[in-house]
């Protein structure tokens, strides 16, 4: 992932699938220090914002 590559103040738009997933991952950024807000999120995907912006 570009993950590595954010400098503050960057964010980086990610699709997913609901499910199991989508909460690994949003889980997994937080826990890391990233800022993870859900942006849209129907049945099928979850659209994230990951900013590299200290929780």
Known sequence: MALE??????????DT?????EISL????QEKGYKVNI?????KKVTL???S???
């Open 26 to 29: 949003i889980e997994g950024l």
């Open 49 to 51: 914002i990951i900013s």
């Open 17 to 21: 699938d609901i499910g199991e997933s």
């Open 39 to 43: 942006l849209y999120k129907d049945f």
């Open 53 to 55: 912006e200290q929780t």
């Open 5 to 14: 590559d954010l400098i503050s103040n960057d964010i980086l738009k990610v």
